[in-house]
């Protein structure tokens, strides 16, 4: 299966960083976080990438024409006009860049890199949550219930502890930390759909996460893989920092290459 990337989004959350780049080529560990996102699906096997390109995303481009010179040692030769590639470090991944457009929804992204999925079922992600999700497991899911769309559901922990208050005298009566557990299942991405899935977006405009997820809802065609294990979205500059803390520490929790 293809692994379609949405990275078009102009990341307004992170503007510190997304004034000057989009939001997947905000690096974690002097790297993109988009590089992480496909590092895990590389992990198991699934090294052919549709990237959804739209705010800024010459810059995504120039990162992956430029990759082989970047991560190897090279020798120019100016007089002949030729340059020589050290240590040919590469990564086993074909890469399509498909401009979708500035301001288009989700749907309208997914609707304009169709001719490039062979008519096949698609895997599909956001460029900017990492997680130790195991890939081979969802797909087993999929394929277990085979219903058109399945995505994966994760119990992000909250970002503020939960206070209980007396409703008659305004005291606090539990103070609770930040636990997991508590937490509502959240969309994390890393989701499967058929080529049904088509049938379910009637308009460029639409956001995937709203109309068509409800006519899926309606029609029962969406599963949930349930993730009990580590997932984290970089939304704001704290999120980056999160991550960045992980990654230094030599044990983050979506290195799982």
């Given amino acids: 299966m293809k692994v379609v990337i949405l990275a078009g989004g102009r990341g307004s959350r992170l503007s510190e960083e997304t004034n000057i780049k989009p939001k997947p080529m905000v690096e974690i560990g002097d790297v993109p976080i988009l590089w992480h996102i496909m590092k895990i699906y590389s992990h198991y096997g699934y090294n052919d990438f ?3 390109c739209g705010y800024k995303g010459e810059l995504i481009k120039q990162y992956f024409t430029d990759y082989r010179i970047r991560t190897s040692d090279i020798t120019v030769n100016m007089r002949d006009d030729f340059i020589k590639i050290h240590q040919n470090i590469i990564e086993p991944w074909n890469v399509t860049l498909a401009d979708t457009g500035l301001n288009t929804n989700t749907a309208g992204r997914i609707m304009r890199v169709r001719k490039y999925l062979d008519g096949e079922p698609f895997m599909l992600t956001y460029g900017d949550g990492v997680s130790d999700v195991n890939i081979n497991k969802i797909v087993e899911f999929h394929n277990q219930n085979k219903r058109v769309a399945t995505i994966t559901a994760a119990k992000p922990a909250g970002r ?12 606090v009566e539990t103070f609770q ?3 997991k557990m508590n937490e509502a299942w959240v969309n994390s991405g890393f989701a499967i759909f058929e080529q049904d899935l088509f049938k379910y977006l009637e308009s460029e405009e639409e956001q995937l996460e709203k109309e068509p997820y409800d006519r899926l809802v ?3 065609q969406i599963d949930a893989y349930k993730h009990y294990g580590f997932w984290h979205a970089m939304d704001t500059v704290n999120d980056r920092a999160v991550l960045e803390e992980y990654w230094k520490s030599g044990s983050a929790p979506w290195k799982v290459w």
């Avoid at 503020?160 to 005291?171: D, F, L, P, V, Y």
């Fill in 218 to 220: 309606a029609e029962k």
């Fill in 50 to 52: 549709v990237i959804c």
């Fill in 160 to 171: 503020w502890g939960a206070i209980q208050i007396s409703e008659k005298q305004g005291i």
């Fill in 177 to 179: 930390e930040k636990d």
